[in-house]
């Protein structure tokens, strides 16, 4: 019962907010869940394109079942 009383007092406080308060924490938000550094970036990058270039690799291999 205690966290749906914390939902309620949050959206109780959010809904108190003018607009310049809603962008702002908005961007916040935004920044938590968009914070990344960029080597990891850079690895995930490279990560990706790994598994793409071997999913093209593959496909040209497959030959169709029917």
Known sequence: MKSFHQKHEILDSL???????????????KSLLYAH???????LKREAMKEIRQALGNERK?????
């Open 62 to 66: 497959l030959k169709p079942s029917f």
């Open 15 to 29: 809904e108190s907010l003018d607009q310049t308060q809603t962008e702002k924490v908005l961007e916040y938000i």
């Open 37 to 43: 550094d960029e080597a990891s970036h850079q690895r």
